[in-house]
């Protein structure tokens, strides 16, 4: 069984010894190193102290060159869409990633690709002769220029090249974390409370923030006319399918003065002023700790500015 290495940011590192740190990026693979800038982006691959590859980033941090001693290879992208590698152009049609490439337009060749709903190439047409490429739920580990796994292509030392971080097929995980962390920890499954088979957490919300207000916009260091509050309201789940929303403002001409809740219950005001969006697990305990403390500072949690 392979052993996996990784370095204080967890980047991956030894396939043989692995080694393993906190922030999971790839740094040693056998006798392979790896070394990334401060964007985690893989800047040099080495082998017993020669180095067997460097890579050179575009301003929007897409891969722009791999420089080898056999040569030079470039790649330019149109947002998150390959268009060009190496003198073959691509074609693409619409994906959620970007861009999915279904033509490779080279010199004097054009070679059709054929995908998968994912984005991922299963086979090609060359000369009028198709050839299948074999490939996992995982993707390949492989130099085919037409392979590509969710739209994105293999680059020899990276894996499949995405925006921000690489993909490897073989060890079937990414060469570093995610950018945003792992809020909900090691459980995949906890954005839909373990039941995949019924919820879908499509924005990976986990609930609606409204801000409203019953200003017609006229306030000002002289009118202090109006009133605003927010409202929330936690996405359903197993437990609570259809959840309630609750109200939140800070009174000062309420008994007791300070933070109310619900106070403002369905009160229905469509000012321009009124906004709503949703937030992540983060977002909301950031929300419900300032809501706590509002409710501890009692009447201090309202008090009227004189200029």
Same mark, same amino acid.
């Given at each position: ?29 056998? !006798? ?34 791999? $420089? ?162 927010? !409202?929330? $309201? ?58 706590? !403390?509002?409710?501890?500072?009692? !009447? ?8």
């Amino acid at each position: 069984m392979d052993k996996y290495q990784y370095d204080d940011k967890d980047r991956l590192p030894n396939i043989a010894y692995g080694i393993c740190g906190a922030s999971g990026r790839l740094v040693k693979e056998g !006798e392979k190193t790896y070394e990334y800038d401060w964007l985690d982006k893989i800047m040099q691959v080495a082998e017993d102290g020669k180095e067997l590859a460097r890579f050179e980033y575009h301003n929007n941090n897409q891969l722009a060159k791999a $420089i080898r001693e056999s040569g030079v290879e470039t790649f330019e992208w149109d947002g998150l869409a390959l268009i060009e590698r190496n003198g073959t152009k691509y074609i693409n049609e619409s994906h959620a990633g970007g861009g999915n490439p279904i033509l490779a337009v080279g010199g004097e060749t054009t070679e059709a690709i054929f995908t998968d709903m994912l984005g991922t190439s299963i086979g090609y047409v060359k000369d009028g002769n198709y050839s299948e490429i074999t490939k996992t739920s995982f993707g390949a580990d492989t130099s085919d220029k037409l392979s590509f796994f969710t739209g994105k292509p293999y680059v020899d030392g990276l894996g499949y090249a995405f925006l921000f971080r690489n993909y490897r097929a073989d060890m079937g995980k990414w060469s570093s974390t995610d950018l945003l962390g792992y809020f909900d920890w090691i459980n995949l499954y906890t954005y839909c409370y373990n039941t995949i088979t019924v919820y879908v957490d499509y924005l990976g919300a986990s609930g609606t923030l409204t801000i409203h207000s019953s200003s017609t916009g006229e306030a000002s260091s002289t009118n202090t006319s109006g009133h605003s509050w927010i !409202e929330y $309201i936690p996405d359903p789940t197993p437990q609570n399918p259809n959840p309630e929303s609750t109200t939140y403002g800070t009174w000062g001409n309420k008994d007791p003065i300070g933070l109310h809740e619900n106070l403002k219950k369905n009160y229905n005001y469509t000012d321009e002023a009124t906004r709503s969006t949703h937030l992540n697990d983060e977002q909301e305990k950031s929300i419900m700790d300032r809501i706590k !403390e509002y409710r501890e500072m009692g !009447e201090d949690a309202w008090w009227l500015l004189d200029n």
